[in-house]
C-alpha cells in the first residue's frame, strides 16, 4: 500500500499541491498535518507511522515535510526499512530517495552519512567550547550550596549533638 504523509507550516497555507501530487503517485490514504516541521508532535505523522505495515510505502512531497532536521529524518526512515517499509520523495533536493530501490537507499545512506558527520562536528565543538570555558575558570554543573561558613555551622553543631540529619535539612543541603 502506498501511503502519503503532508504538512504545511500554518493554518493559513494549503496542502492542496501535496496531496494532489500524492494521489498522483498513487497514494491510497494521506495523513495531513498543519504543524510546524520543529514541533515534535505531529499527531497525524503519528498516526501516519503507526498506520503503516511492512510493505508499505510512505511517499512525501519534498524531504523537509517529514523531518524536524536531518537527524530526526534519518532516525524516521531507518526505523521504517527495520519494519520493511519503504521512503519515497517526490520533488525537490530528495527526490532520488526511494528506499524500495538500489540507487535510493545509496542516496538515502549519503545522507545518514551527513546526518552522522554533522552530529559529530556539533559534539565536537561542545567540547571545544566546554574545555575552553574550563580553562577560563568556567565552573560547570548546579551551584554549590554549602559554603565553608556552612561546613563549620554544620561540624559545631554535631558536635554539640544534632543529628547530621537534622543539621543537613536545617541547612537545606
Same mark, same amino acid.
Given at each position: 500500500?502506498?501511503?502519503?504523509? @503532508?504538512?504545511?507550516?500554518?493554518?493559513?497555507?494549503?496542502?492542496?499541491?501535496?496531496?494532489?501530487?500524492?494521489?498522483?503517485?498513487?497514494?491510497? &490514504?494521506?495523513? @495531513?498535518? !498543519? @504543524? @510546524?516541521?520543529?514541533? +515534535?508532535?505531529?499527531?497525524?505523522?503519528? !498516526?501516519?507511522?503507526?498506520?503503516?505495515?511492512?510493505?508499505?510505502?510512505?511517499?512525501?512531497?519534498?524531504?523537509?515535510?517529514?523531518?524536524?532536521?536531518?537527524?530526526?529524518?534519518?532516525?524516521?526512515?531507518?526505523?521504517?526499512?527495520?519494519?520493511?517499509?519503504?521512503?519515497?520523495?517526490?520533488?525537490?533536493?530528495?527526490?532520488?530517495?526511494?528506499?524500495?530501490?538500489?540507487?535510493? !537507499?545509496?542516496?538515502?545512506?549519503?545522507?545518514?552519512?551527513?546526518?552522522?558527520?554533522?552530529?559529530?562536528?556539533?559534539?565536537?565543538?561542545?567540547?571545544?567550547?566546554?574545555?575552553?570555558?574550563?580553562?577560563?575558570?568556567?565552573?560547570?554543573?548546579?551551584?554549590?550550596?554549602? +559554603?565553608?561558613?556552612?561546613?563549620?555551622?554544620?561540624?559545631?553543631?554535631?558536635?554539640?549533638? &544534632?543529628?547530621? &540529619?537534622?543539621?543537613?535539612?536545617?541547612?537545606?543541603?
Amino acid at each position: 500500500m502506498i501511503i502519503g504523509y @503532508s504538512r504545511v507550516s500554518t493554518k493559513d497555507q494549503h496542502l492542496e499541491l501535496q496531496n494532489s501530487a500524492l494521489i498522483a503517485s498513487g497514494c491510497e &490514504r494521506i495523513f @495531513s498535518d !498543519k @504543524s @510546524s516541521g520543529s514541533k +515534535t508532535d505531529r499527531p497525524e505523522l503519528n !498516526k501516519c507511522l503507526q498506520f503503516l505495515q511492512p510493505g508499505d510505502v510512505l511517499h512525501v512531497w519534498k524531504l523537509d515535510r517529514l523531518g524536524r532536521n536531518l537527524r530526526h529524518l534519518v532516525n524516521i526512515v531507518h526505523d521504517l526499512d527495520d519494519l520493511g517499509i519503504g521512503f519515497k520523495v517526490l520533488t525537490g533536493h530528495g527526490a532520488a530517495i526511494d528506499t524500495t530501490t538500489a540507487p535510493g !537507499k545509496l542516496v538515502f545512506g549519503i545522507f545518514a552519512a551527513l546526518a552522522e558527520f554533522e552530529r559529530e562536528l556539533i559534539r565536537e565543538r561542545v567540547n571545544a567550547g566546554i574545555a575552553a570555558a574550563k580553562a577560563k575558570g568556567v565552573r560547570f554543573g548546579p551551584p554549590t550550596k554549602i +559554603t565553608p561558613e556552612l561546613i563549620e555551622k554544620a561540624r559545631l553543631e554535631i558536635t554539640q549533638g &544534632r543529628s547530621v &540529619r537534622h543539621v543537613a535539612t536545617e541547612l537545606g543541603v
